[in-house]
């Protein structure tokens, strides 16, 4: 009747060492950087393994039309996030051996 109940312990086990693992992860996306560019350079930013905007570079030539400067600066951030997205998602794949757990990728700040 009790035969299973020794696998709580090893599930508890592993489901303890994939928090660690995923606390981790968490750590390192903060330290990670992801570059976009718009404009053919003339926009460059960073944001971190979150999707936090964390620097901005704008060309000389990009400043004299500003709703162009506005969109090459809305275009930058949106490929840096992908990236940032991305790296979060094989992360989480990695972490999960390719299981699709629903929610997980957001813990990691990994969708917006």
């Not at 996306?29 to 901005?56: A, I, K, N, P, Y």
Request: aromatic share 2%; charged share 25%.
């Amino acid at each position: 009747m009790f035969g299973n109940l020794g696998n709580i312990g090893g599930l508890l086990k592993q489901a303890k060492e994939v928090q660690e693992r995923m606390a981790t992860i968490q750590k390192e996306m903060l330290t990670r950087r992801f570059r976009g560019e718009s404009g053919g350079g003339s926009v460059s930013v960073q944001v971190d393994g979150r999707g936090t905007l964390v620097s901005v570079k704008i060309q000389p030539d990009a400043a004299g039309d500003v709703e162009l400067l506005e969109d090459l600066i809305v275009s930058a951030v949106r490929v840096a996030c992908e990236q940032a997205q991305e790296s979060s998602r094989q992360e989480m794949s990695r972490l999960t051996g390719g299981l699709n757990i629903p929610g997980l990728t957001d813990l990691l700040g990994g969708s917006k």
